[in-house]
């Protein structure tokens, strides 16, 4: 069974700019879930989905945003990148929601 | 304020040589405790999921306990192979939704 995918696996981009990521759920899971990781930080919640609707969303500015395709396969966008926003950014998939997330290999964005 | 504190930031052990690794946390609304492995540049691997006090699960090993408060991940015997991050996560339920809270790790070295 194929695993969480998640692409690109990494990204260059200056800031002001806006980049899309995403990722492939493991087959038969709904809930898809995003965390940002830094070396400070470590891993942050930043929202879940579940059947196209957003359940649940961390403390980050609205400049990070979502969205999940009836096939369960979720996109997550940051418009207007800073600096700071550099980052691994990690999706995780499971059943349902409350259930064991799997984490992808994560897309290494670096915002020059 | 949901928080999970992980100790020892890092580990060097010799290999042979047990130890345990410490998750405490201050939650509401805990659903489940997880335990994940981290290799370098890669996504966070599932290990173990405790649910109540006095549970233990087991892996090769590796074995995961849960009080009231804390978790251990207890490294019997270690092998090389065994150095990662190894990281602590509790799951909130926040209004029907989920969140994995992380630690910030604790990195384990083990030299041959």
């Known amino acids: 069974k194929a695993g969480v995918t998640q692409t690109p696996r990494y990204l260059i981009k200056t800031r002001g700019q806006q980049v899309t990521l995403s990722c492939s759920p493991i087959s038969g899971h709904r809930s898809v879930s995003w965390y940002q990781q830094t070396p400070g930080q470590g891993l942050q919640f930043l929202f879940e989905?579940?059947?196209?609707?957003?359940?649940n969303k961390g403390n980050f500015p609205g400049r990070f945003s979502g969205r999940q395709f009836s096939n369960s396969r979720s996109e997550m966008n940051v418009s207007t990148l800073e600096l700071g926003d550099s980052a691994l950014y990690l999706c995780?998939?499971?059943?349902?929601?409350?259930?064991?997330?799997?984490f992808g290999a994560g897309t290494r964005l670096s915002v020059l | 304020e949901d928080q999970v504190t992980q100790s020892p930031e890092a580990l060097r052990l010799q290999e042979g040589e047990s130890s345990s690794l410490n998750c405490s946390y201050t939650v509401s609304g805990l659903r489940g405790l997880f335990w994940y492995r981290q290799d370098p540049g890669k996504g966070p691997e599932f290990l173990f999921t405790l649910y109540s006090a006095g549970e233990e699960k087991e892996k090769e090993r590796l074995k995961a306990t849960l009080t009231k408060k804390e978790s251990f991940l207890h490294i019997t015997a270690p092998k090389p192979e065994d150095s990662a991050t190894y990281l602590c996560?509790?799951?909130?339920?926040?209004?029907?939704?989920?969140?994995?809270?992380f630690g910030q790790g604790t990195r384990l070295t083990i030299n041959p």
């Open positions: 989905y579940f059947s196209e609707t957003q359940r």
């Open positions: 995780a998939s499971s059943l349902g929601t409350l259930n064991i997330q799997y």
């Open positions: 996560a509790v799951q909130v339920e926040d209004q029907g939704a989920q969140k994995l809270v």
